[in-house]
């Protein structure tokens, strides 16, 4: 892009995903002039690598699977096979469509896209390829890679990203890291018919979720045939020709077509010139306050390079917050505690506030509540031919202060979930509202009831 005649902005955005774009949009919305700097594709990691593309792929693994099952309820189906290359086709159909949506948003908004390699060169100046731009406010939103732990990405030993572009299945694949993206690509590849194996060092798989939720999706995953190794961390990744090897800690060795790492992800700000510009950086994370300021002229940082969970909505509230923020509208802080997760493997499993051990070290332990419904006893869950459990947390004649569940479709529920969790809601408020039937809503309702103390169907 030609150098603007205006290089000087009320609001200068250095990095496009989720976080640094929505600050742009909001920043547009109340009034201010606003530059964006990228160096590859508006919509970063979340739209071109991680959530939208990745959850293409999961939709054709559920498909896969109700194929496969489709003639226990009646309809005659069979699965004859996965294209690869056509799955990969819809991805990148939907990619490209929200790509197209997002790029039309920022240019109606009059967002001036400077494309280029930007750094932070002055408290109010990034130079992006030679050219200095100034902005009287500069939100740093640089994002997130990959973490490797220094293992050779290359040939069979593969991230996510290059996972999301092959055409081919292997016939087997070991995941190296049973977290959210760890079991996300488990579950898809089980679905079709890759054999698959999850080594995870801690001693569960999705290790920060509630106990209850790790133990029905760590028995679902056997079910489905998907193995794991938990308790156990990896020493060595080696390849040849024909194989990939991987040598745990306990002296095993376990042999696949495909490695898959998914160690999790780490923050992008090495060469940006933060800290030559007197930004506190921290194991690649950038050190802000609490509204996100950096302490450095006006310099805000929000997204995955702030301390805290790495999720797409977190950066688009940040975004939000930080344009708010610098138009004197004094925003609500939301804590990282309260943002609302789902990890789309099959089943799904949505969390938002405190699991059961975190809350009893918050609260104490006698001075919670804790109340579980099993879906089991939900009609459209039975319907679906799904089980699992739904959870609630509340402080002792207080609010609900953690919700969690896990099932076939369940990260649907995560709306009413961040809700009574980010309004405080008392169980008692929950109990007398009314669930629709038969939905797999009404199982929060179901919940609230008994924690409120007057089960219905429990």
């Keep these: 892009m030609a150098e603007s005649a205006t290089t000087e902005f009320d609001v200068l955005v250095l990095g496009g995903g989720s976080a640094g774009y929505s600050a742009a949009l909001r920043s547009a919305q109340l009034g201010m002039k606003v530059g964006l700097v990228e160096r590859s594709k508006l919509g970063g990691t979340c739209l071109h690598t991680g959530c939208i593309p990745t959850k293409a792929y999961l939709h054709s693994a559920e498909l896969a699977d109700e194929a496969r099952t489709a003639s226990k309820y009646g309809v005659n189906t069979t699965l004859d096979s996965i294209d690869m290359a056509a799955v990969k086709k819809n991805k990148d159909t939907i990619v490209q469509g929200k790509f197209r949506g997002l790029s039309g948003l920022i240019k109606m908004r009059k967002i001036e896209v400077i494309e ?46 290059e996972a999301l572009e092959m055409d081919y299945l292997p016939e087997s694949a070991i995941v190296l890291g049973g977290g959210v993206i ?29 106990p209850s939720i ?22 060595e990744v ?21 490695v898959l790492v998914a160690v999790g ?8 010139g933060y800290e030559e510009q007197g930004i506190e950086v921290d194991r690649g994370f950038v050190i802000t306050n609490e509204r996100l300021h950096t302490g450095v002229g006006n310099i805000y940082a929000i997204g995955d390079i702030v301390p805290g969970v790495q999720l797409a909505h977190r950066g688009y509230q940040h975004g939000i917050f930080v344009a708010e923020e610098i138009a004197g509208k004094n925003p609500v802080i939301v804590e990282d505690i309260n943002i609302p997760k789902v990890t789309f493997c099959e089943p799904e499993i949505m969390s938002v506030g405190y699991s059961q051990p975190k809350a009893e070290e918050k609260f104490g332990k006698d001075n919670i509540e804790v109340a579980e419904y099993n879906l089991a006893g939900n009609g459209k869950s039975s319907i679906l031919g799904t089980g699992g459990i739904v959870k609630m947390i509340r402080v002792k004649e207080g609010p609900i202060v953690g919700v969690t569940g896990i099932g076939g479709r369940f990260g649907e529920q995560i709306g009413e979930a961040q809700l009574i969790v980010n309004w405080e809601a008392y169980p008692e408020d929950v109990a007398h509202l009314v669930h629709a039937h038969p939905t797999q809503n009404e199982s929060l309702g179901e919940v609230a009831l008994a924690l409120a103390g007057k089960p219905l169907h429990g």
């Design 116 to 161: 280029g390699e930007g750094k932070l060169t002055g408290p109010d100046t990034v130079t992006v390829d030679g050219t200095e731009y100034k902005g009287k406010n500069i939100v740093l939103a640089t994002g997130s890679k990959t973490k490797t732990m220094g293992i050779d990405i290359t040939g069979r030993v593969i991230t996510s990203t």
């Design 182 to 210: 760890g079991v996300e690509f488990a579950s898809m590849w089980n679905s079709f018919g890759v054999d698959v194996t999850v080594v995870e060092g801690l001693p569960s798989l999705v290790p920060n979720e509630d």
């Design 214 to 235: 790790i133990k029905v999706l760590e028995r679902e995953f056997k079910k489905k045939g998907i193995k794991s190794k938990t308790g156990v961390f990896f020493e």
């Design 238 to 258: 080696t390849q040849d020709d024909d194989k990939a090897t991987v040598k745990l800690a306990d002296g095993t060795s376990l042999e696949a077509d495909l």
């Design 265 to 272: 992800r780490a923050p992008v700000t090495e060469g940006f």
